[in-house]
C-alpha cells in the first residue's frame, strides 16, 4: 500500500509521516464536509466566529474623496504659491464651495474634499497669514486624496462565507451596517477522556489515579478553534462501557477520545470503534509526542483517538483534530503556521520522526529555547512553554544560532 494514501482498512496501514497524515486530514475531512447549519449572529457576538454569507459594501467606501492629511486643498498646478483661503472642509461636515484657480480650502484628515481641488498641501509645508496661505512644495494631482469608492465599490464583496472573523472583520460589520450577519453554528465536539485509573477533577485521587485532565485541555481547544466542548463522563476500559459512551459521544460533530489507544490489553478504543463499522484513516504517525493517533469515521461522523498522555492529547489536537473541527465549523481555510526562531542553544534528537517539544518563546519572537520536561506527562513543563519546537524528521543536529520551526501554544 502507498504510504501517501488515506485508507479504510485498519489492518496494515503503515504509520503516516507528520505531513501525510495531516494532509490526510485536510482532504478527507474537505471531501465529506456537509453544508453546517446557519444562524443568525449579533456583529457583538460575531468575533471568533465563521461567516456563513459573504458580506459586501453598502455604498462605495469612502463615499466622497477624503483628504487623507492635515493641510489645504488645492489646484495642484497652483502649487507652490499664494493662495486665498476661502473656507474650511472639517470631518462630520462638507464644505459647500469650489475651490477656483488661486484659492484653497484648509482641511482635516477625513473630510471631504471640496470641488473644484484635486490636490491636499500638508499643513506642515504651508504658511498662513490671515485668509492668505503660502504653499511651499509642488503638489502631484490627487496627492493625498482617497478617492471616492477606492476601499471599496458599493456591492463588492469585502468579507466571504467560510472566513473566521477576527476584530478587522467585526470592524467591517460595523462600516457597513451589518448589526446582524448569518454565521455557522459552532461545531460540536464530544470530548471522552478514557482509562480506569482517571478520576474526575473534583475528586481526591488514591495514589494509582490521575484527575481527569486531557477532557479539559481538550475542551479549552476546541472552545479557541471556535467549536462548543461537550464533555462526557470518562469511559471505563472495557468494550462495554466505552461502546456505550463512544455511540453518545458519536451524537456530536467530531469526536475526540483520549487513551485507550496504544497497544496495551485495555487499549479498546479502536476495537469498539471497528465494531460500530468505522473507517480507520490512519492509526499511528511518525510524531512525538503521540505516535498512536488514531483518525477516522463511524456512522458519518469524524473521529479523533488521541494519545492519553497530556501533552500528547494537546499536541495532536493542535496538529490534526483542530484542522478537522475549523474545517467542519465552515472554515474555508485551515492554517498552521510554523515560523523560524533561532535555537539558544544546541539541539539533537534522533531523527526518523518529527517532535514537537515544549519551548520557551523569546518576548519578540526571535529566539526559542527548549523546556526541560520529564516526557509527554509532564504538565507543569507544559505551562512553562509558550511554543513547540519543531524538530523535523531528516534532521538530527541543530546547531545554537539556528533557525528552526516553531509552534506556537
Ligand atoms: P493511555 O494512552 O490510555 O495508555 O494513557 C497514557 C497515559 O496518559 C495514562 O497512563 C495516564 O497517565 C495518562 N492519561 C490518560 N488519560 C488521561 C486523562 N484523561 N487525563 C490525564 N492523564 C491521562
Ligand atoms: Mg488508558
Known sequence: MERQTCTVTIIAVPPLTFHEARACVLSTVRGARQACAVEEVAMRDAAGRVLAEDVAADRDTPALARSVRDGYAVRAVDAPGELQVIGEARAGGRFGGFVGPGQAVEIMTGAPVPDGADAVAMVEYTRREGDRVRIDRPADPH?????????????????????????????????FGREQVKMFRKPRAAILATGDEIVEAGQTPEDFQIRNSNAWSLAAQVARAGGEPAVLPVARDNEGHTREMVESGLAADLLLLSGGVSAGKYDVVERVLAGLGAEFYFDRVLIQPGQPLVFGRARGKFFFGLPGNPASTMVTFELFARAALEL?????????????????????????????????????GGEVTPVGWSGSGDIPAMTRANAYLVAAADRAEYPRGELIRVLLK
Do not use: K, M, W
Open 143 to 175: 496627492q493625498f486624496i482617497n478617492p471616492r469608492g477606492c476601499e471599496a465599490a458599493a456591492h463588492e464583496i469585502v468579507l466571504r462565507a467560510g472566513v473566521r472573523l477576527d476584530y478587522s472583520g467585526v470592524a467591517a460589520l460595523a462600516a
Open 328 to 364: 467542519l465549523g465552515g472554515q474555508e481555510e485551515t492554517a498552521l503556521h510554523l515560523p523560524y526562531a533561532r535555537l539558544t542553544r544546541e539541539f539533537r534528537h534522533r531523527p526518523g520522526i518529527e517532535r514537537f517539544l515544549p519551548a520557551r518563546l523569546s518576548a519578540d
